[in-house]
């Protein structure tokens, strides 16, 4: 028994070694070729978004190459590894045809490009910037700077929202004014505040302020006006404030929910109402 074992090693020994370098090696060559590519793809003036998503792909197929050769040294018939590739392919197709979704969703989103690295968007329920496509998922960060990772497949049969993709932004908020205040020296107030601040635009459409709504307790204000993306949050949140300040000087009241009691016959159902009388 010892003798035989002896034999195989002789015999085999130097070929399963020699394949197992070589897999050592083809991985490590592998890391290496990915690293520099990594390199090169961002130095590149390729667009960042299928920078990770090209890396996995590569990656894949170089694994995949140093497993053949690692089998072809081991004196596997290549049309052995065909089989056997096809027939494993076959089955992880079936086993993973959910994973295999999210593979042709990412090139979906290569292809038709509805958002870049850097995006800001709303897509499957979550909301963030878009940091990273790879062959599975996307990668988001949300405001709050938590991880967000969609599978690709969610993400190219979901409605996609992408708020940074135009250079403009139109920007809406809604205000109240008390019924006895003057509507339009609140235009006048919320104008005045548009007209010096240089963020605010005229175009595409001039700004438009208009009363929509008479609610329980006051009189309902909309303004819609343009903005450049970038300015879109700053000038947003310091807008309420503008316009608060303005509503101030100009004497336009800001109510607070109201409600007015009515109590009819009051006098004559008070006690000792006929004593008195």
């Known amino acids: 028994m010892g003798d035989k074992i002896l034999n195989w090693l002789e015999t085999y020994g130097p070929m399963i070694l020699a394949a197992l370098l070589i897999f050592i090696i083809g991985i490590i060559a592998s890391k290496i070729i990915l690293k ?94 878009v940091t990273e496509i790879t062959i599975m998922h996307t990668k988001m ?45 609140a235009k006048e107030a919320i104008l005045s505040v548009i007209r010096n601040d240089e963020r605010f635009l005229a175009a595409p459409d001039a700004p438009m302020i208009v009363m929509d709504g008479h609610k329980n307790s006051s009189i309902g204000v909309m303004l819609r006006v343009w903005v450049n993306q970038k300015d879109y949050w700053p000038a947003y949140y310091d807008l309420y404030r503008l316009v608060k300040e303005a509503f101030d000087r100009e004497g336009v009241e800001i109510p607070f929910d109201q409600l007015d009691v009515h109590l009819d016959g009051l006098n004559n159902a008070l006690p000792g109402k006929d004593q008195e009388a």
């Open 141 to 185: 960060a949300t405001i709050d700077n938590k991880s967000v990772m969609i599978p690709n497949a969610a993400v190219t049969n979901s409605v996609i929202t992408n708020y940074t993709v135009e250079d403009k932004r139109r920007l809406e908020q809604h205000y109240t004014i008390a019924y006895s205040a003057d509507f339009n020296k």
């Open 36 to 129: 520099i590519l990594s390199r090169a793809l961002k130095k590149s003036r390729l667009d960042p978004t299928g920078h990770a998503f090209l890396v996995s792909i590569i990656k894949v197929a170089l694994y995949a190459l140093v497993v053949i050769i690692t089998l072809s040294k081991l004196s596997v018939p290549m049309t052995s590894i065909i089989a056997v590739l096809s027939a494993a392919g076959l089955a992880i197709s079936l086993a993973l045809k959910e994973n295999l979704s999210n593979v042709a969703g990412g090139f979906i989103l290569m292809f038709t490009r509805p958002f870049t690295i850097g995006d800001y968007i709303s897509v499957s329920g979550a909301e963030g910037f």
